[in-house]
């Protein structure tokens, strides 16, 4: 089957303290986004790399990805002032039936055993989430109190959230709402059912300044496996 990767990273990544978005930043030597985009490019020949960019920044990402996109597997597209918006402009390119990834540009440390897992359970069961249990421990807050939470019972959200495209094409046609902070709460919002995949610690979001010093350690370690 057809597959597309919408590559999220239209962001503008202030908590980095950067000037410029944290998806251009360095790491080993390419910026972040070229390591995302090539992971998904690597998996299969097949598929096709929607990258959703901020307006100002088309001509910088397609620099980026340049030497990447010799087989024209990749296209760039505007970016919205919302996720949601960025990933229906993403979806407005999907135009057979397929299996869509929607993934962050700044998760760049996605293995190609995780982006098959997705795969594999999308293709079977309509959708995969990636998920990891939480490690530390959990309190939640609410009206000025908050309560321990069983840690076993909780999981970490990670990305690439995957999807029969019809699923997710249908759930886009709604309107946005405050509450949808990834694909699924889209997917759910509309009755569907999401199914959680095993996730991977390694697949950290590069958010604060700590996490490029842990993405650059991962590298290091793949790169001496090889």
Do not use: W
Request: hydrophobic share 40%; net charge neutral; glycine share 6%.
């Amino acid at each position: 089957m057809k597959k597309y990767a919408i590559i999220v990273a239209a962001g503008s990544g202030t908590r980095m303290g950067s000037n410029m978005p944290k998806q251009f930043l360095p790491l080993a030597g390419r910026p972040l986004l070229y390591h995302t985009v090539k992971a998904f490019l690597h998996s299969y020949a097949d598929l096709t790399v929607l990258l959703v960019v901020s307006k100002n920044f088309t001509a910088r990402a397609t620099e980026v990805v340049s030497e990447l996109n010799t087989q024209k597997r990749i296209e760039i597209v505007e970016g919205g002032a919302t996720r949601f918006q960025s990933v229906q402009n993403g979806l407005r390119k999907v135009e057979e039936p397929s299996i869509v990834f929607v993934h962050d540009g700044v998760r760049c440390m996605v293995s190609r055993p995780l982006i098959d897992r997705c795969y594999q359970m999308a293709l079977a069961k309509g959708s995969a989430i990636p998920a990891v249990a939480a490690t530390d421990s959990i309190r939640i807050a609410a009206n000025g109190t908050h309560h321990i939470e069983d840690r076993n019972n909780v999981y970490i959200i990670q990305t690439p959230q995957t999807f029969q495209s019809g699923i997710l094409l249908d759930a886009f046609k709604q309107s946005e709402l405050t509450s949808f902070t990834d694909e699924a709460s889209v997917v759910e919002a509309n009755g569907g059912v999401v199914h959680l995949v095993e996730g991977d610690y390694d697949n950290i979001k590069v958010t604060r300044p700590v996490d490029l010093l842990i993405a650059a350690q991962i590298m290091e370690q793949r790169l001496a496996l090889q």
